[in-house]
Every structure is written in structure tokens, then in C-alpha cells.
């Protein structure tokens, strides 16, 4: 038995090691585990990472590989939630520097159900070290009952090319909606009303959510997330993305289909022990774009992580997710 045992030692080892090494590199090390729905900023020389969590998380890093946790934006529950969302979560923040303040965007919802709301705080600095740092909050921006046709979720900040910005949002439902908002305030915009389409699945289960959008090169592009998410190592959660010359859209495919009629294209998708990638930001760090997003990871009982990758573009400017990184990533 004992020689059998040591006949079968190498490959045993070997497997063990590669096993390791393969969960080392799933994800970021330090306190990535648990992160959902990550935004990410930099200011200075340290990136600040937010996610879905009580009182919204915040973990800070100064190479996008090693990280730690750095407290949490809310202490106690902002007083407009009342008892209808009291103890809930607050999901997929998101975080942008315009008007010389930072603007954290949030939202709370019934799980399952449209009935949510996008809520915005402020801050003049990330720095926790600085007189200037309190977390002001701004109360509600936009929410939705069951009666409506779409979902005040997964909301995200893109400014356009005149530096006005733009609140994209929803998940499920009739798809993905944008509406602009006042430069000054943060608040929803009396100049322009509407309430702008960008993409939806109209084919049940309409599962399109987690909107971002960057402007490259003269172009918007749309990144979304299909399929299941939220089920651990059984998500098929995956990344997908669209453009528009517009930031208001119309914004179509690679082959040139429709978002609004669910066509998209395929950035990111799970592979191996690496389920479910999804609700992605994408981060511009000088000239190198990174993609940061969640995934579940199937060996560890498919809790989510985070994971960062280089994010390159073809030559027909459609964007390609590279490895995730594995080390400190070097500085722009």
C-alpha cells in the first residue's frame, strides 16, 4: 500500500499544485471574496473599488491586484428608505468624478421585483485620510413601482463628448433605459425628460441587466450581462457588448443587429472554474483599459470574487478581455 501510495505521490502533487496555482490566479488576492457588482475610480495613485453590501464596501489597492478593505460609505441607512426597504442591501453602486465631487450612485430594490430605487451620495474626496471626506447623501434620483415597465436598477454614469452626463440603468423587463442628468446637481435633468431605450431581450426571460458605458474612440459602447445570474458555479451569467455613434443609441452588434431586438456581442463569458462574469466597469488607467468584474468561482463553493483583465480593441474597434492579471499590474 505504502509504495502505492508513493508511486502516485508526483501526480498527485502535481495536480494538487495545479489546482492551486489555477484558484490563485481566478482572482485578486487580499479581500476580493464576496465582491458582487463592482465600480471602480482612481484618484491619485490608489483605485477604490465599491460593491453590492451593506452600507456599500469599499476595498482600495494601488496596483488593481493586492487588495483591502477601507470601510464602508453608509454607517447608519440614509433616513429616506423607511420601512419599505429598511435592512436591505444597497446594489451595484456606482462611482464618477464630474463637477469636481465624486457621485456615487446606488440602489435598493425588492429582490425579484421592479419595484426600486437609484439614490445618490457625494463626496468631495475618497482620500478617508482628508478633512474633506464625509459621504453626503442626496436622497432619491429616479424609482420605479411594479406598474412600470422597467427596472430602476444597475445604474451607471457615462459622460458624453460635451462632458454632460448621463445616467444609464435597468435589469429585465423592457431592458435598459437612460435618462440625462443635471451636471450641477447629480439629480435628474429638467432640460432633457426622457427616457431614452438602449437595449432589451424581448424574449423571455428577458434577462439583460448591469448596463456600462464608455466612449472609445469616438464611439459609445455598451456593455451588458446576460443570461443567470446570482446562482453560484450554476450562473451563466455572461458579458456582453454593444455600440452607437450616439450616446443615446441606437446601438447595434458587431454584425450590425439591433441591441433592442437582443443582439450582442460577446466580450466575456464563463470558462472552467470561472462561472458567470459579469456586471462589469471598465477602467481607463492612462493608455491601458482594464475590464473588473465579478465571477463565481466553482471551487469555492461558487462564492463570487472579483477579477480584472486588460481590455484590448480590434481592429475594427470592438473590444477583446485578455487573462486575468496575476500580479501587480505596472503603472501607466
Not at 5 to 21: N, T
Not at 200 to 214: K, L, N, Q, T, Y
Not at 280 to 306: E, I, K, M, P, T
Request: glycine share 10%; proline share 6%.
Amino acid at each position: 500500500m505504502r509504495d502505492s501510495i508513493c508511486q502516485r505521490w508526483p501526480a498527485v502533487l502535481f495536480a494538487w499544485i495545479v489546482a492551486l496555482c489555477a484558484r490563485e490566479a481566478a482572482a485578486q488576492r487580499g479581500e476580493v471574496q464576496g465582491v458582487h457588482d463592482p465600480a471602480i475610480i482612481k484618484q491619485g495613485k490608489v483605485f477604490y473599488l465599491f460593491c453590492t453590501g451593506p452600507g456599500i464596501p469599499i476595498r482600495t489597492s494601488t496596483d488593481l491586484f493586492n487588495w483591502q478593505r477601507s470601510g464602508v460609505v453608509f454607517g447608519e441607512q440614509p433616513t429616506w428608505r423607511g420601512e419599505e426597504f429598511r435592512g436591505r442591501s444597497m446594489w451595484a453602486p456606482d462611482i464618477s468624478h464630474f463637477g469636481g465631487s465624486y457621485y456615487l450612485y446606488y440602489a435598493v430594490s425588492q429582490f425579484g421585483r421592479n419595484r426600486s430605487i437609484i439614490a445618490l451620495a457625494t463626496n468631495k474626496t475618497l482620500d478617508r485620510d482628508s478633512p474633506d471626506y464625509r459621504w453626503e447623501d442626496q436622497g432619491k434620483v429616479i424609482e420605479t413601482q411594479t406598474s412600470d415597465d422597467w427596472n430602476a436598477i444597475d445604474q451607471n454614469i457615462v459622460l458624453d463628448e460635451n462632458q454632460m452626463p448621463w445616467l444609464v440603468m435597468g435589469s429585465y423587463w423592457t431592458g435598459i433605459k437612460m435618462r440625462r442628468i443635471d451636471a450641477q446637481t447629480g439629480l435628474l435633468s429638467n432640460a432633457d425628460t426622457k427616457l431614452y431605450s438602449l437595449a432589451s431581450r424581448p424574449e423571455r426571460p428577458r434577462a439583460v441587466e448591469a448596463p456600462f458605458m464608455i466612449r472609445h474612440d469616438g464611439m459609445y459602447y455598451l456593455f451588458v450581462s446576460f443570461d443567470r445570474c446570482c446562482a453560484g458555479a450554476d450562473s451563466t451569467y455572461k458579458t456582453m457588448v454593444g455600440r452607437s455613434k450616439a450616446v443615446t443609441g441606437p446601438f447595434v452588434d458587431r454584425e450590425n443587429h439591433p441591441m433592442m431586438e437582443g443582439a450582442a456581442t460577446l466580450v466575456l463569458e464563463g470558462q472552467g472554474s470561472v462561472r458567470g462574469p459579469g456586471h462589469c466597469a471598465v477602467l481607463s488607467d492612462g493608455s491601458q483599459d482594464w475590464l473588473v468584474h465579478h465571477f463565481y468561482d466553482a471551487d469555492n463553493n461558487g462564492r463570487s470574487a472579483l477579477q480584472i483583465r486588460p481590455l484590448s480593441w480590434d481592429a475594427q474597434g470592438w473590444p477583446l478581455a485578455g487573462e486575468p492579471i496575476t500580479g501587480p499590474a505596472p503603472s501607466p
